[in-house]
């Protein structure tokens, strides 16, 4: 079993930046992969970001490339969403997700195993 735990998110105004954390522990494998997703209010959950775990390669959703990036810790088993130039359109509970056995960052949110909790990320004007 894994368990994923979620810390960051907060209230900040347009422009600011935020930095999501997941931290991750239980029973993994050597090689996986991390991905981020976000729901606002009324809309369906969307990918984000993802990375993998072994070589560290990053894919991003159009709204958000060149704005957020993820990253990887590999002695704290935790992964990153750094979150620059925040819109209010980024207003949403934003969840982490694993998925074992892969080597490639899946899309959509029924490819993962595991989820966290969610964070809420408020972005005001």
């Known amino acids: 079993q894994v368990q994923l735990v979620e810390s960051g998110g907060g209230l900040v105004q347009a422009g600011g930046s935020l930095r999501l954390s997941c931290a991750a522990s239980g029973r993994t494998v050597s090689t996986y992969a991390m991905g981020w997703f976000r729901q606002a209010p009324g809309k369906e959950r969307e990918f984000v970001g993802g990375i993998t775990w072994s070589s560290g390669n990053t894919y991003y959703a159009d709204s958000v490339k060149s704005r957020f990036t993820t990253s990887r810790d590999n002695a704290k088993n935790t992964v990153y969403l750094q979150m620059n130039s925040l819109k209010p359109e980024d207003t949403a509970v934003y969840f982490c997700?694993?998925?074992?056995?892969?080597?490639?960052?899946?899309?959509?949110?029924?490819?993962?195993?595991?989820w966290g909790q969610g964070t809420q990320v408020t972005v005001s004007l």
């Open positions: 997700a694993m998925r074992l056995g892969v080597g490639w960052v899946p899309k959509t949110r029924d490819q993962y195993n595991y």
